[in-house]
């Protein structure tokens, strides 16, 4: 069965710091991966996709993420993390030959001053 | 371009009552889904819609849920009756086709007392 799993709940760094959450997939062929990004009373947008082609993704507001086949994962980063990255950050992956996604629990990051 | 739009925003009911949903997709898009995001988790897919057609509907709780997408456009989700554990963020998502990124509405957020 597919499956996507996010392995920190929270998280909490300092502004300015650097951020690296976590991302671990199942699946058995290429996957294309996403992380969304969710503020309290919104809807997810989307900070990057990966589909094929370079392992190393950038995307919106400074992230990045790197898709690694050997160790399944698919890890966000940010080299300085500004207070207004404060929200909930999900990483999804395919589930099943309709193109559906099923989605990691996710990760609240809580930045302080 | 406008993008997905849902309503109502919050919506506040009984248990037993029935409560419905809107969803209207960003034009063009031929997948649509419905997703419900209980609070602390991820959005689990309800249903999947291509164009008017059912895809997946393997989540949905069919003895108090349906949704319909009559004319490929809009969609509607009802629930009736309603129960406690029903309470949650109903997301509607659309994307061009399947297989491609999602783009999420604002969503509902249904309390059921």
């Known amino acids: 069965a597919q499956s996507v799993t996010q392995p920190d709940i929270h998280i909490t760094v300092s502004e300015g710091a650097s951020l690296e959450l976590r991302c671990n997939y199942s699946y058995g062929a290429t996957p294309y991966l996403f992380w969304y990004v969710q503020s309290p009373g919104q809807g997810l947008q989307l900070l990057l996709k990966?589909?094929?082609?370079?392992?190393l993704v950038q995307g919106i507001k400074g992230f990045e993420a790197e898709f690694k086949r050997s160790q399944s994962s698919f890890n966000l980063r940010k080299p300085s993390v500004h207070w207004s990255d404060a929200a909930e950050y999900f990483c999804a992956g395919p589930s099943g030959n309709t193109g559906k996604l099923i989605f990691g629990q996710g990760t609240t990051l809580q930045v302080k001053p | 371009e406008a993008g997905v739009a849902q309503s109502p925003r919050y919506k506040i009911i009984e248990k037993r009552q029935s409560v419905a949903f809107w969803c209207n997709p960003i034009?063009?898009?031929?997948?649509l889904y419905w997703y419900q995001q209980i609070l602390g988790q991820g959005p689990k897919l309800l249903i999947q819609?291509?164009?008017?057609?059912?895809?997946?509907d393997s989540q949905l709780p069919k003895d108090r849920f349906s949704a319909e997408r009559l004319k490929g456009v809009d969609s509607t989700l009802k629930i009736q009756p309603a129960k406690l554990e029903d309470s949650a963020v109903y997301l509607c998502?659309?994307?061009?086709?399947?297989?491609?990124?999602?783009?999420f509405g604002p969503g509902t957020r249904l309390t059921v007392l």
């Open positions: 990966y589909f094929s082609g370079d392992t």
């Open positions: 034009s063009g898009h031929a997948t």
């Open positions: 998502a659309s994307s061009p086709r399947t297989w491609n990124e999602q783009f």
């Open positions: 819609f291509q164009n008017n057609g059912v895809v997946d």
